[in-house]
């Protein structure tokens, strides 16, 4: 294979908590994690439990737990104000008659309130859908329809995007931030917060069951309601311990927002089991903004995304210059391929080489990833996290050797496997069709020392600055539109965001092409679905490829747009 790139950046020896890597392999067992959790002993599970209160119980309730700040707050929590907190939401949400099992979403931007919301529904065995604050009412009803929410927390910007009327299990809006409230099903969250006991006996669990809901994009069909269980925390502990190599006097901060799943695996779960200072950033992103986060909190671990890396790089050393980073010990990525260049260029700029993780929503925890101290490969996942049996196997299951390309596939199960599909059997069972594996969509190959290497999506997902998005969905808004006959669907490749996405409209009778006509059609998907599913290119066709059972042929369009091959086009209409 040619682009193999066998570069290392040597790494000095350090003492990390992973240790040896082959050695920690070797000695490695699901068991022993679970020794640091009660439950073998109690029979009490509950992730918020472990995650928030332990700490209180065990006297560490004093230390910092959070460290919250946007442009109009700047907060600090303990882990018992947390735990407290917490309390008087899961009090709140009893009040109201929610219990286990139920299905509470939360949209709503980062604060405070957010993570104590969450936390709140943990205790109560309440299932949480986090979704995030950019969705417009499509995206927003599909997924509060498909998992029948029965509340929500959300704030009064955003309340207008919740089409209540055509959501008859949704009976409790908690509004945050809004002031008494006077239509039926809504509830002042504020006023209840002030009026409810702090104390309160968390519902006890077992490990299997539901957590969470995290709505993710497929190539076909709605989002996907991907769910986790607090078995989950094995996964989330271990992997911030070895992986995010977090210790006692870490300060930590996740970049990413709740709404996608490492904003809350790696934003919650893993720093807080770990007992760590968390840091949260409301707003959006600016490479000053970011800068002045580290150094104002003294962040020690960062953990970021590919896309975020690209604009800080685009953003020049100068801006470096003005920041003192020297705090940073331990810099992380996950979410799109990581290019060598920016690793490089992390190296020499922040004195730190990136670590690149790989792991997905279903997978709910991480999977492949450089450890602190192990050689990374710029450009490579890394290797299995210890406990976890990753391959590289063809479509009838044959496990492939070195260097070929193929299905990256994980030996099933681990804790933090997703153990469903909300309401859909038939597309979790897709990911397990190879007996004993399961099948990421990714394709990869991994070299003789065992290091994996992202090669595509074997399906349509389009991966934009990290956020997966669905052709399907972005498709089925685009032909709400008045003028659009058919649409089609890509992702085209971009040097910052990895990919954007990209339209091709036929209109229908009666409409000519025209600027104007696109910037209502990226609009009209914009306040529809979301911004980052708003295609920032559309070209219009006569007609589209398509199969002759009606399928469009995105395959062909993509192409097109690169001027590749179109391939075998045996199966197309005329
Ligand atoms: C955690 C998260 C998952 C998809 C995954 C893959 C891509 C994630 C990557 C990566 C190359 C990495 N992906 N990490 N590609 N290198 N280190 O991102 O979950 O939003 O479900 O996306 O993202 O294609 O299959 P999710």
Redesign the pocket.
């Known amino acids: 294979m040619s682009q193999i790139q066998n570069e290392v950046i040597a790494t000095v020896a350090e003492r990390s908590n992973l240790g040896d890597y082959d050695q920690a392999c070797a000695q490695f067992s699901w068991e022993e994690v679970k020794k640091h959790f009660t439950w073998n002993e109690t029979g009490k599970v509950n992730m918020a439990y472990e995650a928030i209160d332990r700490h209180v119980e065990e006297g560490r309730g004093a230390k910092t737990a959070l460290l919250y700040s946007d442009a109009h707050r700047d907060e600090e929590y303990s882990f018992l104000d947390l735990s407290e907190g917490s309390n008087r939401f899961g009090n709140v949400l009893r009040k109201y008659g929610i219990s286990k099992g139920d299905r509470v979403f939360i949209f709503m931007p980062r604060s405070p309130e957010l993570y104590l919301s969450l936390l709140g529904i943990l205790k109560v065995g309440g299932i949480a859908g986090p979704l995030f604050e950019a969705f417009m009412e499509t995206a927003v009803k599909d997924r509060l329809e498909d998992s029948g929410a029965v509340a929500l927390v959300t704030t009064p910007e955003l309340l207008p995007r919740i089409k209540r009327d055509e959501l008859p299990l949704l009976k409790h809006i908690f509004v945050v931030g809004g002031g008494a409230q006077q239509e039926e099903g809504l509830v002042d969250y504020d006023a209840e917060i002030a009026a409810a006991s702090d104390s309160l006996e968390p519902e006890w669990l077992t490990p299997e069951d539901g957590m969470l809901i995290h709505y993710?994009s497929g190539s076909t069909g709605r989002p996907k309601g991907v769910y986790h269980v607090h078995n989950a925390m094995l996964q989330h502990y271990y992997t911030g311990k070895v992986v995010l190599d977090l210790r006692e006097d870490d300060v930590y901060w996740c970049t990413a927002d709740p709404g996608?799943?490492?904003g809350t695996s790696y934003g919650i779960f893993a720093p807080w089991l770990n007992g760590v200072t968390n840091v949260i950033r409301g707003g959006r992103f600016s490479p000053q903004d970011w800068y002045q986060t580290i150094v104002k909190n003294k962040v020690t671990v960062w953990y970021s995304a590919p896309t975020a890396f690209r604009m800080l790089m685009g953003a020049g050393e100068d801006v470096i210059e003005q920041y003192d980073l020297s705090t940073l010990r331990h810099v992380l990525?996950?979410?799109?391929?990581?290019n060598p260049e920016v690793v490089r260029w992390g190296t020499k700029a922040y004195k730190q080489r990136i670590h690149?993780?790989?792991?997905?929503?279903?997978t709910g925890g991480q999977l492949i990833c450089n450890y602190p101290g192990m050689n990374i490969k710029p450009g490579s996942?890394g290797k299995p996290v210890p406990g976890i049996e990753a391959a590289i196997i063809n479509d009838q299951g044959d496990v492939l050797p070195p260097y070929s390309m193929g299905n990256l596939a994980i030996k099933t199960p681990w804790p933090s496997m997703m153990r469903k599909i909300w309401n859909n059997d038939a597309k979790y069972e897709e990911y397990f069709r190879i007996p004993g594996w399961y099948i990421?969509?990714?394709s990869a190959y991994m070299d003789e020392e065992g290091y994996f290497w992202?090669q595509g999506?074997i399906d349509d997902?389009i991966?934009s600055s990290?956020?997966?998005i669905g052709p399907f969905e972005v498709e089925s808004k685009l032909l709400e539109h008045e003028a659009v006959a058919e649409a089609g669907v890509i992702g085209k490749p971009d040097l910052v965001r990895g990919e954007i996405i990209k339209a091709f409209v036929a209109l229908r009778e009666g409409y000519e092409p025209s600027q104007e006509l696109k910037d209502d059609i990226y609009r009209f998907v914009k306040e529809g679905l979301s911004a980052h599913a708003a295609p920032r290119e559309i070209e219009f066709k006569e007609k589209l490829p398509k199969t002759r059972s009606g399928k469009i042929m995105r395959r062909v369009l993509k192409a097109w747009e690169l001027d590749l091959p179109t391939g075998d086009l045996s199966t197309i209409e005329d």
């Not at 990525?333 to 990581?338: D, F, I, Q, Y």
């Not at 690149?356 to 279903?362: H, I, N, R, V």
């Open positions: 993710t996608w799943v490492t990525s996950v979410g799109e391929p990581l690149d993780t790989w792991w997905m929503t279903e996942m990421s969509g990714d992202f999506r997902v991966n990290g956020e997966r």
